[in-house]
């Protein structure tokens, strides 16, 4: 299984930034997606996932301002972050669940976003 994220990057704050994820190795459609992020000196958390049904849920913090998606004919996953923050400042990975797993199974080799004030 392969997770190869892409988007992220140093944008100040108010702006936003795409975040893509590619899988391979998975049949795509059939597993939750989600990204999850870490800070220096924090705990990694979740950011949002997806179902297999396009149900998302998110992490409190970013509730109206990101927008989790999936396209299943390109096994990707995307994350659209608007009115970034400098506390959103983390390495952001996506991850792949089964619809029965408790808590993903393979993650993304990570990609930074930096939110300068």
């Known amino acids: 299984v392969q997770l190869q994220a892409s988007g992220g990057g140093l944008v100040q704050a108010g702006g936003s930034l795409r975040l893509s994820c590619a899988a391979s190795g998975i049949i795509f459609s059939r597993n939750v997606m989600g990204w999850n992020r870490q800070a220096p000196g924090k705990q990694r958390e979740l950011v949002a996932d997806i179902s297999t049904g396009g149900r998302t849920n998110y992490g409190d913090s970013v509730v109206g301002r990101f927008t989790i998606s999936r396209d299943n004919d390109k096994n990707t996953v995307y994350l659209q972050m608007n009115l970034l923050k400098p506390e959103d400042t983390a390495v952001y990975y996506c991850?792949?669940?089964?619809?029965?797993?408790?808590?993903?199974?393979?993650w993304g080799q990570g990609t930074q976003v930096t939110v300068s004030s």
């Open positions: 991850n792949v669940r089964s619809v029965f797993g408790r808590a993903p199974e393979y």
